[in-house]
T-cell receptor
Framework: NAGVTQTPKFQVLKTGQSMTLQCAQD?????MSWYRQDPGMGLRLIHY???????DQGEVPNGYNVSRSTTEDFPLRLLSAAPSQTSVYFC??????????????FGPGTRLLVL | AQTVTQSQPEMSVQEAETVTLSCTYD???????LFWYKQPPSRQMILVIR??????QNATENRFSVNFQKAAKSFSLKISDSQLGDTAMYFC?????????????FGKGTKLTVNP
């Protein structure tokens, strides 16, 4: 049971480049989400999904796209990277409301630097 | 919208002593969950303790306990017998059910340093 995994661990991009941050979980969790962590800002919700085929926006969704084709995977896409997207990105998962357990499990994070 | 406030950006404590981290939140919901997460230098987010709002009894996990004051919307974390490994960022978080889906809202964190 690997829990929540994220790849890559670290990435450097040039402004305007696109990339996908991968997130996978093997706990059969319904709920998955993406956060970004900036210095002095805590974690902020980007997008989330309550199940396969269902996604919604969080607090800071601009510049990011998501899709949820399977229960296990929840990739985050940066269409045209900007320096303001330099951050540490965390993926999290949980059983969700129907599972009755609200604790979210976090991945190890992806550190992204946009030049 | 819910907000979470941690008023202490940094704190320090001597090893083996007790320290309390403060957290206040704002919500109009009656049923919700509160969490404390620990983030060591490795950046991994580790759940320390959770509290269900409908429970009057304060949650405890070994050396970690909370003081949950629902009317005051306060949720402080007490760490007893502090250890060097407790050095980390600590985040208070709120989870409600706006719009039928759960969303986790974090405070800005408190950097705790345990000194030998």
């Amino acid at each position: 049971n690997a829990g929540v995994t994220q790849t890559p661990k670290f990435q450097v991009l040039k402004t305007g480049q696109s990339m996908t941050l991968q997130c996978a979980q093997d706990m059969n969790h319904e709920y998955m989400s993406w956060y970004r962590q900036d210095p002095g800002m805590g974690l902020r919700l980007i997008h989330y999904s309550v199940g396969a085929g269902i996604t919604d926006q969080g607090e800071v969704p601009n510049g990011y796209n998501v899709s949820r084709s399977t229960t296990e995977d929840f990739p985050l896409r940066l269409l045209s990277a900007a320096p303001s997207q330099t951050s540490v990105y965390f993926c999290a998962s949980s059983w969700g409301i129907s599972g009755g357990v609200e604790t979210q499990y976090f991945g190890p994070g992806t550190r992204l630097l946009v030049l | 919208a819910q907000t979470v406030t941690q008023s202490q950006p940094e704190m320090s404590v001597q090893e083996a002593e007790t320290v309390t981290l403060s957290c206040t939140y704002d919500t109009s919901e009656n049923n919700y969950y509160l969490f404390w997460y620990k983030q060591p230098p490795s950046r991994q987010m580790i759940l320390v303790i959770r509290q269900e709002a409908y429970k009057q009894q304060n949650a405890t996990e070994n050396r970690f306990s909370v003081n949950f004051q629902k009317a005051a919307k306060s949720f402080s974390l007490k760490i007893s017998d502090s250890q060097l490994g407790d050095t980390a960022m600590y985040f208070c978080a709120f989870m409600g059910y706006q719009g039928g889906s759960e969303k986790l809202v974090f405070g800005k964190g408190t950097k705790l340093t345990v000194n030998p």
